[in-house]
C-alpha cells in the first residue's frame, strides 16, 4: 500500500471522528451545599495539611473556601494535634506528623457557622 493511501485513509478517520464529539451539559439539579474535605496523612516527617471548601453547583466555576473551622487531628493512643488556619480554607499543623503504619487516628472537624461537625471513625 502507498503512502498516498495510508494518508488518504488516516486523513478520513480524522475527519469522521471530529465530528463525533457532542459537548454535553448536565442538568444541575440537586445541588447542595456539602463540605469538601481534602487532606492525606503520610508517613514523611512534614506538617500535616487539611483544605476545606463548599460544594458550588456543576454550572459555576467558583471555588468556596471554608473559613474559621475549629481541626484536630487524633491518635488513639492519646496524641492530639491542633490545626490553624495558614491561608483561607487551609488549615496546617504547628509541628511535623509522621503517621505510623498500625496506628489509628481521627480527623475532627467543626466549621464556624456550625453547619457542619464531623469526624472519622476510629
Known amino acids: 500500500m502507498s ?3 495510508i494518508y488518504s485513509y488516516l486523513l478520513l478517520i480524522v475527519a469522521l471522528s471530529g465530528g463525533c464529539v457532542q459537548e454535553f451539559d ?15 496523612l503520610s508517613n514523611e516527617d512534614e506538617p500535616f495539611e487539611v483544605r476545606l471548601s463548599r460544594s458550588v453547583p456543576i454550572d459555576t466555576s ?3 473556601p471554608e473559613s474559621g473551622a475549629q481541626i484536630t487531628l487524633s491518635e488513639r493512643d492519646g496524641a492530639t494535634f491542633v490545626l490553624s ?5 487551609v488549615y496546617q499543623s504547628s509541628g511535623m506528623i509522621a503517621a505510623q503504619a498500625g496506628r489509628t487516628y481521627q480527623l475532627q472537624i467543626k466549621t464556624a457557622s456550625a ?3 464531623c ?3 476510629w
Open 26 to 40: 448536565p442538568p444541575a439539579q440537586g445541588y447542595e451545599n456539602l463540605l469538601v474535605v481534602e487532606a492525606f
Open 3 to 5: 503512502y498516498h493511501k
Open 62 to 64: 467558583a471555588f468556596v
Open 115 to 117: 453547619r457542619a461537625t
Open 119 to 121: 469526624q472519622t471513625k
Open 85 to 89: 488556619e495558614k491561608r483561607t480554607g
